[in-house]
């Protein structure tokens, strides 16, 4: 969490309008593109706005230490030991919403069902089932989205990590709004990286789907909004390999260079260490020679 988030966090648990908070510091914009992380906080800024919200430097930096090392956990050894073990236990995933519930902030929410519906895939479960019983806190994390109105890295980052939980044309409507946003902000360093995962899960969300006209539709879309050079080679290699998806699914399958080319790109991240992204792109590739 970065101190726009906790901006926002503190805000809305003090029930705080932006405009009431921003009132004699800066404009609500202003204070809206703190809280989604496009713009940093002066430091004469922060002070102003922590000294509003009634909270001292020494109980903000304390909250900032406290909740970061907690999503540090969480994202770099829970949600991470899933993907590498593929189980998690139940107690695990009611403390995620345990600790929704007692602070309402949406990184537990999505991180819960992000997991949640990982583990319904891998498993092969009936994701409707799922999608029927998480109902109202698919709604809640949706709901979420759509009052913010400007998207910061937080907000692309829910979408892209649960995409696979999401109506279709709540897909569709998002998508159009943040490859616009990506346009807008695409100087900034910060949402590179973001940028490309928004587009990889989306592609092979729809390659999963066996919608060949959505992935084009996308890959396109990806190619024309983030002009990857031949330097970046993780993000080249990424791009080559999904082309190769979309032109196996063309030839119905029936393309040697492509599945040749796509297990150079699959040997390449096992050679690099990448093996979780390796065995994932090489399942993918199982998956669609059938």
Request: proline share 1%.
């Amino acid at each position: 969490m970065l101190a726009g988030e906790l901006v926002n966090k503190i805000r809305k648990e003090r029930k705080l309008t932006q405009e009431k908070l921003s009132s004699g510091i800066c404009t609500r914009q202003t204070l809206a593109s703190y809280e989604n992380l496009t713009v940093d906080i002066p430091f004469t800024k922060l002070l102003k706005i922590i000294d509003k919200l009634n909270v001292t430097i020494e109980e903000f930096t304390l909250q900032l230490k406290q909740t970061n090392d907690q999503k540090r956990f969480i994202s770099e050894h829970m949600i991470k030991d899933f993907y590498s073990n593929q189980y998690i236990k139940q107690k695990d995933l009611t403390w995620l919403l345990r600790l929704y519930d007692e602070t309402s902030d949406f990184f537990y929410l999505a991180s819960y069902l992000q997991i949640k519906s990982s583990l319904i895939k891998v498993q092969n479960l009936d994701d409707q089932e799922f999608l029927k019983d998480e109902k109202n806190n698919i709604n809640k994390l949706m709901n979420h989205l759509d009052i913010v109105e400007r998207w910061g890295n937080f907000e692309l980052a829910i979408f892209t990590n649960c995409l696979w939980i999401f109506p279709m044309p709540y897909i569709f409507v998002n998508s159009e709004k943040v490859i616009s946003h990506l346009i807008d902000f695409s100087e900034i360093r910060i949402y590179e990286r973001s940028a490309f995962s928004f587009f990889f899960n989306i592609i092979i969300l729809f390659i999963d789907k066996n919608d060949l006209k959505i992935a084009k539709y996308f890959f396109e879309k990806m190619e024309n909004t983030l002009h990857i050079d031949t330097h970046q080679l993780y993000e080249k290699s990424f791009s080559v390999f999904l082309k190769n998806c979309i032109t196996l699914m063309e030839s119905n399958f029936d393309d040697n260079e492509s599945y040749k080319s796509s297990y150079n790109i699959i040997n390449y991240f096992y050679f690099l260490g990448f093996h979780k992204k390796a065995k994932e792109l090489s399942n993918l590739l199982e998956s669609l020679r059938g």
